[in-house]
Each structure stands twice: as structure tokens, then as C-alpha cells.
Nanobody, 121 residues
Framework: QVQLVESGGGLVRAGGSLRLSCAASGSIFSIGAMAWYRQAPGKQRELVTTITSGGTTNYADSVKGRFTISRDNASNTVYLQMNSLKPEDTAVYYC???????????????WGQGTQVTVSS
């Protein structure tokens, strides 16, 4: 019904940058808040950053000043620009979106498939 497809992960050296993308497609009526989570090996999934439909953003303290979330409502896409990457940013990154889909229109919580980000020291 609705898919979130992520791209942009990879291997980068410490101090480098990556840009993740997540595009939503399908029977979408509207998209509310979107977010990026990450899960490092042996750790719980954690919230990295969120953005509302109006563009208000929030960041985990660990990424403030280094990561920037943005969205393009016309293309139903959310981005994560990651700068000054550190080895501790290594994780699988997942996008998440609250989407009204249907018909009939109902609110759902969708997840992307995850994309690996590896930062070498």
C-alpha cells in the first residue's frame, strides 16, 4: 500500500559526510511527522531526528550541529544530511513516517528497510 525506500548509506571516513534519502510512495493522502532512527550493533534503536509537516525539527544531543533533517513535501521525501561523521555514528539508519493512507484514509506508522552507515576511524 505504502512503501518507504531509503538510499544513500555507505562507508565513509571519520569527518566525512553522507546524505540519506527516504521516499514514500503509494496510496498516500497526507504525511505528518517524519523521522530518522538508528540502531548500532548490540544496541537499541534510537531516535536521531524528527521533522513535522510544517518543518519544525528536533535532534538528539549526540547529532546536534552535525546532522540536518529536511523534507520535500512535493515528492514525499525526507533527507538526512550527516556531516562531521564519527565512528560512533555507525549504525543502520531507518526512516519513519506517520502517513494517512487508504482508501479508506487511516493513519499508519511506516518504516523504511534501513540503510547501513559505517564510519571508519
Amino acid at each position: 500500500q505504502v512503501q518507504l525506500v531509503e538510499s544513500g548509506g555507505g562507508l565513509v571516513r571519520a569527518g566525512g559526510s553522507l546524505r540519506l534519502s527516504c521516499a514514500a510512495s503509494g496510496s498516500i493522502f497526507s504525511i505528518g511527522a517524519m523521522a530518522w532512527y538508528r540502531q548500532a550493533p548490540g544496541k537499541q534503536r534510537e531516535l536521531v531526528t524528527t521533522i513535522t509537516s510544517g518543518g519544525t525539527t528536533n535532534y538528539a544531543d549526540s547529532v546536534k550541529g552535525r546532522f540536518t533533517i529536511s523534507r520535500d513535501n512535493a515528492s514525499n521525501t525526507v533527507y538526512l544530511q550527516m556531516n562531521s561523521l564519527k565512528p560512533e555514528d555507525t549504525a543502520v539508519y531507518y526512516c519513519n513516517a506517520h502517513i494517512v493512507a487508504g482508501p479508506p484514509p487511516r493513519l499508519y506508522d511506516y518504516w523504511g528497510q534501513g540503510t547501513q552507515v559505517t564510519v571508519s576511524s
